[in-house]
């Protein structure tokens, strides 16, 4: 016999157990019933009116739950031997009369007594997201999945800011910012994370300032570096979307490389002066192939062909409609509502005031996301760009 | 037979066309279209299509809201009011020099 099991026929011993049916009836007649089961438990449904406290801290919430020691207690877990522990443990804290249910919530919800899905949001997220709460696309379980939800931006700049302000508003749990730039005053024409007061400062700190301020319940993770090879995949691991709003080519290629090999979507935008481009890069998606960055474009443009400087600009509004359409594909992807912009490019032409669609195929031949074929392994990008 | 139909310039590209964001002409074909629009406007033709004659790695070309590529290539035939988009690769966001 182990030591487990010698321990539970002592326990067994000891201890009254008692069925689900009994146990609602001790309930309706005063005594506390206590759930000691994990959060992701209770979440699948508990007991009305149970007192759910988990395992791990009972012995320090029993007392302000339950103050009168000769309170019949009823223990319940998911199966009925965490609560043969739990009723031993509350006997040597003093409490006098004490039950473990058998069975658990299994034979509770078997045997079709009620139950509850208790909120997994706390009355200040309720207030806050009511408007979400009120769509039945997202609702409590949608809200509670963007809460648990992490994004990585790509760049706090033009696409980035507008993004991560509104997924900040919108509730997503971790936002993450890579970057290795400062707050310029030519930035505050669009990037509105930042401002005059913060000029020189590291934009990802910048950008933490603000989300923080906006929804203090966000965590956000910044990345003061430039993304590499090197860094690339330690950066990425557990997000679960890349919004890409980088300035360069080098950074596209690798943010393309690495969301195909770990499988994380890619959301995609550009812009240049009245004109931007939005699409989801994501060969992974269940319910459509579409390509990869590099299926669209195999190769960079060369130095030569790439615009200056006093050529390029763009209308500071332009990336915030670019970087909002790009924050709705990512909340759509998290809460998996709708038809995303895989192999679709959504083009805007602010000056004709028009949106177009244009269809992406995946090539098949691509050697990153081609199927079956083994990931080709990282380059050195800025060769590959000409330093473009 | 040859019909009219329609090249929309990208930004990047409209320093060819004197700033003009469509180009009309006749072609039969895409290949017909883009070689009639680079005799047009000179030095535009290098920056879509490469030396044999291929549209380039980072420009992809659209016909309609179809790419060129799964339809018959530059031997695409073209219907009177077809549009012909042209769409660069453009890498967005900050850009160089502005600190
Ligand atoms: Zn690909």
């Known amino acids: ?388 | 037979m040859s019909g009219t139909v329609v090249i929309r310039i990208p930004t990047p590209l409209r320093s060819y066309t004197n700033g003009a964001d469509e180009v009309a002409l006749e072609a039969d074909t895409v290949g017909q279209a883009l070689t009639t629009l680079a005799l047009l406007h000179e030095g535009l033709g290098e920056r879509i299509l490469d030396a044999d004659g291929k549209p380039r790695q980072f420009v992809n070309i659209f016909v309609g809201k179809a790419d060129l590529r799964t339809l018959q290539g530059l031997g695409t035939s073209l219907a009177p009011g077809d549009v012909i988009s042209i769409v660069p690769a453009v890498a967005g966001g900050r850009h160089e020099g502005e600190g």
């Open chain 1, 1 to 388: 016999m182990k030591a487990k099991d010698r321990e539970l026929a002592a326990l067994r011993a000891r201890i009254a157990e008692i069925s689900p049916s009994e146990a609602q009836r001790l309930q309706q007649q005063g005594a506390a019933l206590i759930d000691v089961r994990e959060a992701d438990e209770i979440a699948q449904g508990s007991p009305p009116g149970a007192l759910r406290l988990g395992r791990g801290f009972l012995e320090l919430r029993v007392e302000e739950a339950v103050p009168d020691f000769d309170q019949p207690v009823v223990l319940m877990c998911n199966g009925g031997t965490r609560s043969l522990f739990a009723a031993d443990s509350l006997a040597r804290m003093g409490y006098s009369t004490l039950f473990s249910m058998v069975g658990g919530f299994s034979r509770w919800k078997a045997e079709g007594l009620p139950f509850e899905q208790p909120s997994q949001l706390d009355s200040l997220a309720r207030q806050r997201y009511a408007r979400h709460l009120t769509i039945p696309e997202v609702g409590e379980e949608g809200q509670a999945k963007l809460m648990a939800s992490k994004v990585l931006l790509i760049g706090a700049g033009g696409l980035g800011c507008p993004a991560a302000f509104y997924l900040a508003a919108a509730g997503v749990g971790t936002l993450g910012f890579v970057d290795d730039d400062v707050v310029d005053r030519s930035n505050l024409q669009r990037q509105i994370l930042h401002s005059e007061a913060k000029l020189g400062m590291a934009k990802v700190r910048s950008a933490r300032q603000t989300v923080e301020a906006l929804n203090p319940t966000v965590k956000v993770d910044t990345y003061e570096t430039r993304l590499s090879s090197a860094n690339v995949e330690e950066i990425f691991a557990g997000y679960d979307v890349v919004v890409d709003g980088s300035d360069n080519f080098p950074t596209r290629y690798l943010v393309n490389d690495a969301c195909v090999k770990l499988g994380i979507p890619n959301v995609h935008g550009s812009v240049y002066r009245f004109e931007g481009q939005a699409s989801v890069f994501w060969p992974g998606y269940a319910k459509r192939r579409g390509p990869c960055y590099r299926c669209l474009y195999p190769e960079p443009p060369p130095a030569e062909f790439a615009p200056s400087c006093m050529e390029a600009g763009v209308l500071g509004v332009l990336p915030g409609v670019i970087g909002l359409l790009e924050a709705v594909e990512t909340i759509k992807l998290l809460l998996g509502v709708g038809d995303p912009l895989v192999g679709r490019l959504l083009c805007y032409d602010a000056l004709k005031a028009e949106f177009r669609e244009l269809e992406l195929q995946p090539n098949p031949d691509c050697p990153y996301c081609a199927e079956g074929r083994a990931f080709p392994g990282y380059i050195d990008y800025e060769q590959f760009c000409h330093g473009a």
